[in-house]
């Protein structure tokens, strides 16, 4: 809407009315919003095909598919059709519904993760670091995980199954005798921002976040930046549509990150621990976490698979074992995989120029923005926490509670910026 859309032309599919106040006040109220279960196709399709208001002649339609299940504490393949479910069966469910109505342009937000490969953390007496300990990432898709116990957890290979859907699709034909062009931003590596998120909205939210990472070089993306990577590969694809002479790029994947260096977790902590005290980050024995973590994993999956059986008896055992709830449920290996090494995503490819194959993009936030802006807009909010950020990262059931303090340090962040994404693309 802030770059002139209608906003009675835009309409919103989701398994939950929004909750933000930004997304239920002014304008935005004139937004559709649809009630749908992804993975249900006849609902997809139902949603896809309703009218829009005051419609004159053929509309161009451009679809951006967001919505994921996170299930990123699953590894057992198992369990791998509950990450399936929602990210690669409700993303064919969309690529169906797109072609029904001849969309013009599919941009799919993948992740970055798909290319984060699993270490051992156990190591024997010799070996001083685990292997894969240091991963840096270009667009290079021969060096992702080729088997299914290389990927960090299910939720990356859901994604990636999703992924090459997506790009499959591309220059499909669609019921109205046009072409689909489709494309796929990999964010890299946690995105962040307001609006609920599972890193720095919900270590705020949270308050007390014990962590064993601080040392640990990670690549981040602020929700703005990730937003507008997205605009700019519509508009890419839009021009190539049109008769742009620039290198074809459609079923395509970029990854995206902030703009300068990427920072350690405890320069993270640093910056939220200034803007708001009661926010801490007290450290523990990774040793022990890793081993708690395995733990917590025996009794989730274990529960998971029995209460699935065939078998009464299987299924009378589920009952007994403790459920894992909370956030507690997050502290299983894969954050680990995740986490605890070092990752560092190159987006030199998304910052060329259209002319030579690249998106254009160029984000205009650094981590450092970002996380300023993230602690002024939950400041603005009373300090009330979306139920994303609600549920990300592990606390052990601490924190998660209103704080009465205002943060004098916090007061004005976003107004000393002076930086906006819409501005940036235009």
Same mark, same amino acid.
């Given at each position: 809407?802030?770059?002139?859309?209608?906003?009675?032309?835009?309409? =919103?599919?989701?398994?939950?009315?929004?909750?933000?106040? +930004?997304?239920?006040?002014?304008?935005?109220?004139?937004?559709?919003?649809?009630?749908?279960?992804?993975?249900?196709?006849?609902?997809?399709?139902?949603?896809?095909?309703?009218?829009?208001?005051?419609?004159?002649?053929?509309?161009?339609?451009?679809?951006?598919?967001?919505?994921?299940?996170?299930?990123?504490?699953?590894?057992?393949?198992?369990? $791998?059709?509950?990450?399936?479910? =929602?990210?690669?069966?409700?993303?064919?469910?969309?690529?169906?519904?797109?072609?029904?109505?001849?969309?013009?342009?599919?941009?799919?937000?993948?992740?970055?993760?798909?290319?984060?490969?699993?270490?051992?953390?156990?190591?024997?007496?010799?070996?001083?670091?685990?292997?894969?300990?240091?991963?840096?990432?270009? +667009?290079?898709?021969?060096? $992702?995980?080729?088997?299914?116990?290389?990927?960090?957890?299910?939720?990356?290979?859901?994604?990636?199954?999703?992924?090459?859907?997506?790009?499959? #699709?591309?220059?499909?034909?669609?019921?109205?005798?046009?072409?689909?062009?489709?494309?796929?931003?990999?964010?890299?590596?946690?995105?962040?921002?307001?609006?609920?998120?599972?890193?720095?909205?919900?270590?705020?939210?949270?308050?007390?976040?014990?962590?064993?990472?601080?040392?640990?070089?990670?690549?981040?993306?602020?929700?703005?930046?990730?937003?507008?990577?997205?605009?700019?590969?519509?508009?890419?694809?839009?021009?190539?549509?049109?008769?742009?002479?620039?290198?074809?790029?459609?079923?395509?994947?970029?990854?995206?990150?902030?703009?300068?260096?990427?920072?350690?977790?405890?320069?993270?902590?640093?910056?939220?621990?200034?803007?708001?005290?009661?926010?801490?980050?007290?450290?523990?024995?990774?040793?022990?976490?890793?081993?708690?973590?395995?733990?917590? @994993?025996?009794?989730?999956?274990?529960?998971?698979?029995?209460?699935?059986?065939?078998?009464?008896?299987?299924?009378?055992?589920?009952?007994?074992?403790?459920?894992?709830?909370?956030?507690?449920?997050?502290?299983?290996?894969?954050?680990?995989?995740?986490?605890?090494?070092?990752?560092?995503?190159?987006?030199?490819?998304?910052?060329?120029?259209? #002319?030579?194959?690249?998106?254009?993009?160029?984000?205009?936030?650094?981590? $450092?923005?970002?996380?300023?802006?993230?602690?002024? @807009?939950?400041?603005?909010?009373?300090?009330?926490? @979306?139920?994303?950020?609600?549920?990300?990262?592990?606390?052990?059931?601490?924190?998660?509670?209103?704080?009465?303090?205002?943060?004098?340090?916090?007061?004005?962040?976003?107004?000393?910026?002076?930086?906006?994404?819409?501005?940036?693309?235009?």
């Amino acid at each position: 809407m802030e770059r002139g859309e209608d906003p009675k032309k835009i309409r =919103v599919l989701d398994i939950r009315p929004p909750t933000r106040s +930004d997304l239920r006040t002014g304008a935005a109220q004139q937004v559709a919003f649809l009630q749908v279960d992804m993975s249900d196709a006849t609902a997809v399709s139902e949603a896809f095909k309703a009218p829009w208001p005051d419609a004159e002649g053929e509309l161009e339609v451009t679809v951006f598919h967001t919505a994921a299940n996170i299930r990123f504490y699953e590894r057992h393949i198992g369990l $791998l059709p509950r990450s399936n479910k =929602v990210n690669y069966n409700g993303t064919i469910n969309l690529i169906n519904a797109s072609k029904e109505i001849g969309a013009n342009t599919l941009i799919y937000t993948s992740s970055a993760s798909v290319s984060v490969r699993r270490s051992r953390f156990w190591l024997w007496p010799w070996e001083n670091r685990p292997a894969f300990f240091i991963q840096l990432f270009k +667009d290079d898709d021969t060096h $992702l995980p080729k088997q299914h116990d290389h990927f960090f957890s299910n939720y990356a290979v859901s994604k990636i199954s999703a992924e090459k859907a997506v790009r499959a #699709a591309d220059r499909c034909p669609t019921s109205k005798s046009q072409t689909l062009r489709t494309g796929c931003i990999r964010p890299g590596n946690a995105i962040f921002g307001p609006g609920g998120d599972m890193v720095c909205g919900a270590y705020l939210v949270r308050k007390h976040n014990p962590t064993w990472i601080p040392n640990i070089l990670q690549s981040f993306i602020y929700v703005e930046n990730c937003a507008l990577a997205h605009l700019c590969y519509e508009q890419r694809l839009i021009e190539l549509e049109r008769g742009s002479p620039n290198p074809d790029i459609g079923g395509q994947a970029f990854t995206v990150t902030d703009a300068e260096l990427p920072l350690t977790y405890g320069d993270v902590y640093t910056a939220l621990n200034t803007l708001d005290k009661e926010t801490t980050f007290p450290i523990l024995s990774p040793t022990f976490m890793l081993g708690l973590s395995q733990v917590i @994993e025996v009794f989730h999956v274990t529960k998971s698979l029995l209460s699935t059986s065939n078998s009464l008896i299987g299924r009378a055992i589920a009952k007994v074992i403790p459920t894992i709830s909370g956030d507690l449920i997050n502290l299983q290996p894969p954050i680990f995989a995740l986490m605890s090494i070092h990752l560092i995503f190159d987006d030199s490819r998304a910052r060329l120029p259209p #002319a030579k194959g690249g998106l254009g993009y160029y984000g205009p936030y650094t981590t $450092l923005q970002g996380i300023c802006q993230t602690a002024e @807009e939950y400041f603005k909010s009373d300090r009330r926490g @979306e139920e994303r950020s609600m549920s990300g990262g592990v606390g052990f059931g601490f924190g998660m509670k209103k704080s009465k303090v205002t943060s004098q340090v916090g007061d004005g962040v976003g107004e000393r910026l002076d930086i906006n994404a819409v501005t940036a693309l235009n």
